[in-house]
């Protein structure tokens, strides 16, 4: 067994004994029964149009391109991909420089979020693609992603979430591997 899948199952055991919130069983919707998420625009207002799809070309007054959604179970606000970043790829460094340089839809308090944020938008009735609402998170990967958590008994690997099947694991910080920027909660 390699030092990554020994350390990926040491994590994954020790975060499932961590309590984290508890959000809605669907995808759509949050724990009062309203939306789970709600699509932000470049400046960071709610969208007046809420139900439309994602289009490449699309606008945020026909609802069809937003920058930003926050999850209305946690009150966390999460960096949204487009056709233009989804691509990019950070090792564990230049993401945590990636999100104290970024102003995304009217703010600039931007981080790495931490595996239970991470967990939190997982969404574990996806059958197949990420593992993660993509009709609100368009351009998402089937990859993992880091958190802001470096892995204490081994400090050169960092903890993260792989969003083909939720599960929590390390990776050693000189890869190069996805991040979504996050910012508030409750």
């Known amino acids: 067994m390699s030092l990554n899948a ?49 289009v490449d070309r699309g606008n945020e007054n026909e609802g069809t391109r937003w920058r930003c959604v926050r999850d209305n179970a946690t009150g966390l606000t999460w960096e949204v991909k487009t056709r233009d970043n989804w691509r990019e790829v950070y090792n564990f460094a230049q993401a945590a420089v990636y999100a104290r340089n970024i102003s995304l839809c ?11 944020e991470l967990l ?3 969404d574990h009735g996806a059958v197949e693609g990420p593992q993660i609402d993509t009709h609100y998170f368009h351009h998402a990967r089937p990859a993992f992603y880091w958190s802001s958590q470096v892995h204490a008994p081994y400090p050169s ?13 390390t990776a050693d910080q000189s890869g190069r591997n996805q991040v979504r920027l996050v910012r508030g909660g409750k």
Do not use: M
């Open 120 to 122: 939190s938008i997982i």
């Open 157 to 169: 690997y960092a903890v993260g979430v792989h969003f083909s099947n939720g599960a929590v694991t």
């Open 106 to 116: 009217g703010s600039s308090n931007w981080r790495v979020p931490n595996p239970q």
């Open 6 to 54: 020994q350390t990926g199952s040491l994590v994954t055991l020790l975060l499932l004994c961590l309590p984290i919130a508890i959000v809605a069983d669907s995808a759509r919707e949050s724990e009062d029964g309203g939306p789970r998420f709600t699509k932000l625009g470049a400046n960071g207002s709610e969208l007046v149009i809420q139900d439309r799809g994602w």
